[in-house]
């Protein structure tokens, strides 16, 4: 008997039949439930795994009728092999690959918002399986370099890893008073790819000394990569130099297409400087905040502080302007309000270079402001950026006209002079519901962002 799919057409609807080319077989005789149960088999994988350092790794998926790609989660060992096995249906065989090395992990080269490679590249491979009467299948199988965890708390088992939260994960409610995950001595410098997955954080454990401290669900990154993660805060507080809703401190970096949501309460008690933002205190030696949302209302205080060494932002308090940041095609709806002086802006307090540099090392672009107050206490205000060090423009980049905010945003507090400052353009609510706007600032639809149920954009994984 010779089994051959074909697709056929009955009163104008498609149909998957099966031809079966045997003496006395009425084609109309053979339902679809035939089709999958005896058809596909012979051709379905049984079982799928990468062995690596003596360890097997299966998928992250179910085996079903129909499903062609897999994707298996290996924990990588420098310079150990990985083997890609399977066992197929019956008499059929199943080709795989030769085993090969785990490939290094990618040197860092940061010199702008686009050169991170903190984490070793994805690597797809493919299995053919062949039945006896010929026909074959080809499945393609993506490993993913990374330590699989089902909780943040894993990372600190391994601060240089690289580490994957289990898509589909329930919400993870942290412990009460987190200890946030790497300090400025030992930062986190690995990867985490979070899936989507939301985090809800309600206490930080006190830091001392305060002057050094650094609040987040991280401390301190160094060369790292963290996204597409979601972060819930629950009336947070914190009383360190460095907080943020992520990271309290970014350094060489990359945050992307991460949300944080809630509240952020900066109550500080130090004497040097405070940096106090929605997804980072500060942003140092070009971090990067790309592709973000931040729908955190931020508050705070430092009594001890004039408003040049308090800087609160709704998405960064702070990019080191001497170092340099970046913060690239971020939303940003919070209210941002101190109780004390304090320089605000609707994305980050304060940013630019310094003018005797001689290229600019910070950045704000495609940048949009939905907030409603913006309140300084007194201090320096403006609805992107509070202070910025050194020119507005350079070459064809006016930063005013490539970042926006809602004209109904209410802004508080003292302006610097045109030029050490960052205003935007006003666009109305109907504009910045409108996908056009952004594409227009060079935001990725549908890769990256959908619009959202409330009209305004949202991540695709959300």
């Given at each position: 008997m010779i089994l051959l799919p074909m697709k056929t057409r009955f009163g104008g609807m498609p149909l998957l039949a099966l031809v079966l080319l045997a003496a006395g077989c009425d084609l109309f005789q053979v339902s679809l439930a035939d089709y999958l149960r005896e058809f596909p088999q012979e051709l379905r994988l049984t079982d799928i795994w990468a062995t690596h350092n003596g360890i097997d790794f299966r998928p992250l998926e179910p085996f079903e009728p129909g499903r062609n790609s897999f994707t298996i989660v290996v924990t990588p060992a420098a310079g150990i092999g990985i083997a890609l096995q399977a066992a197929a249906n019956g008499a059929s065989t199943a080709a795989c690959p030769v085993p090969w090395l785990i490939p290094p992990r990618s040197t860092q080269q940061v010199n702008s918002y686009l050169s991170y490679n903190s984490y070793r590249s994805d690597q797809t491979e493919s299995i053919t399986v062949t039945a006896a009467n010929g026909a074959s299948m080809t499945y393609a199988v993506k490993i993913i370099w990374a330590k699989l965890i089902t909780n943040p708390d894993e990372i600190r088992g391994g601060l240089d890893q690289d580490y994957y939260l289990k898509p589909g994960l329930s919400p993870i409610a942290l412990p009460g008073n987190w200890v946030p995950v790497g300090t400025a001595a030992v930062?986190?410098?690995?990867?985490?790819?979070?899936?989507?997955?939301?985090?809800?954080?309600?206490?930080?454990?006190?830091?001392?000394?305060?002057?050094?401290?650094?609040?987040?669900?991280?401390?301190?990154?160094?060369?790292?990569?963290?996204?597409?993660?979601?972060?819930?805060?629950?009336?947070?507080?914190?009383?360190?130099?460095?907080?943020?809703?992520?990271?309290?401190?970014?350094?060489?970096?990359?945050?992307?297409?991460?949300?944080?949501?809630?509240?952020?309460?900066?109550?500080?008690?130090?004497?040097?400087?405070?940096?106090?933002?929605?997804?980072?205190?500060?942003?140092?030696?070009?971090?990067?905040?790309?592709?973000?949302?931040?729908?955190?209302?931020?508050?705070?205080?430092?009594?001890?502080?004039?408003?040049?060494?308090?800087?609160?932002?709704?998405?960064?308090?702070?990019?080191?302007?001497?170092?340099?940041?970046?913060?690239?095609?971020?939303?940003?709806?919070?209210?941002?309000?101190?109780?004390?002086?304090?320089?605000?802006?609707?994305?980050?307090?304060?940013?630019?270079?310094?003018?005797?540099?001689?290229?600019?090392?910070?950045?704000?672009?495609?940048?949009?402001?939905?907030?409603?107050?913006?309140?300084?206490?007194?201090?320096?205000?403006?609805?992107?950026?509070?202070?910025?060090?050194?020119?507005?423009?350079?070459?064809?980049?006016?930063?005013?006209?490539?970042?926006?905010?809602?004209?109904?945003?209410?802004?508080?507090?003292?302006?610097?002079?045109?030029?050490?400052?960052?205003?935007?353009?006003?666009?109305?609510?109907?504009?910045?519901?409108?996908?056009?706007?952004?594409?227009?600032?060079?935001?990725?639809?549908?890769?990256?962002?959908?619009?959202?149920?409330?009209?305004?954009?949202?991540?695709?994984?959300?």
């Amino acid at each position: 008997m010779i089994l051959l799919p074909m697709k056929t057409r009955f009163g104008g609807m498609p149909l998957l039949a099966l031809v079966l080319l045997a003496a006395g077989c009425d084609l109309f005789q053979v339902s679809l439930a035939d089709y999958l149960r005896e058809f596909p088999q012979e051709l379905r994988l049984t079982d799928i795994w990468a062995t690596h350092n003596g360890i097997d790794f299966r998928p992250l998926e179910p085996f079903e009728p129909g499903r062609n790609s897999f994707t298996i989660v290996v924990t990588p060992a420098a310079g150990i092999g990985i083997a890609l096995q399977a066992a197929a249906n019956g008499a059929s065989t199943a080709a795989c690959p030769v085993p090969w090395l785990i490939p290094p992990r990618s040197t860092q080269q940061v010199n702008s918002y686009l050169s991170y490679n903190s984490y070793r590249s994805d690597q797809t491979e493919s299995i053919t399986v062949t039945a006896a009467n010929g026909a074959s299948m080809t499945y393609a199988v993506k490993i993913i370099w990374a330590k699989l965890i089902t909780n943040p708390d894993e990372i600190r088992g391994g601060l240089d890893q690289d580490y994957y939260l289990k898509p589909g994960l329930s919400p993870i409610a942290l412990p009460g008073n987190w200890v946030p995950v790497g300090t400025a001595a030992v930062p986190f410098k690995g990867s985490l790819r979070g899936n989507g997955t939301v985090i809800t954080m309600h206490s930080i454990a006190p830091v001392l000394p305060v002057d050094a401290g650094s609040q987040g669900l991280f401390g301190c990154i160094e060369d790292a990569v963290v996204e597409d993660l979601s972060i819930r805060l629950d009336g947070v507080g914190t009383n360190a130099a460095h907080s943020g809703g992520l990271a309290g401190t970014s350094s060489k970096s990359l945050i992307q297409r991460v949300r944080v949501s809630g509240a952020l309460n900066q109550a500080y008690t130090g004497g040097t400087s405070a940096n106090s933002g929605g997804i980072a205190g500060t942003l140092d030696d070009k971090a990067a905040i790309y592709n973000c949302v931040s729908t955190v209302t931020v508050s705070g205080s430092a009594a001890a502080l004039p408003a040049s060494s308090f800087y609160m932002g709704g998405v960064a308090g702070n990019e080191v302007y001497t170092s340099g940041g970046y913060i690239i095609n971020t939303c940003a709806s919070g209210n941002v309000t101190a109780s004390s002086p304090a320089t605000v802006g609707g994305i980050t307090g304060g940013g630019g270079y310094s003018p005797n540099h001689a290229t600019p090392n910070s950045s704000i672009e495609g940048c949009v402001v939905i907030s409603g107050t913006l309140d300084s206490g007194g201090g320096r205000v403006d609805y992107i950026l509070g202070q910025w060090d050194g020119p507005t423009t350079g070459g064809a980049i006016n930063l005013n006209d490539q970042n926006y905010y809602l004209y109904t945003t209410g802004k508080s507090g003292s302006s610097e002079a045109p030029g050490n400052r960052i205003t935007g353009t006003a666009k109305t609510e109907a504009e910045l519901k409108t996908q056009t706007t952004y594409t227009g600032l060079g935001w990725a639809f549908p890769a990256v962002w959908k619009m959202g149920a409330s009209g305004y954009p949202a991540l695709w994984w959300e």
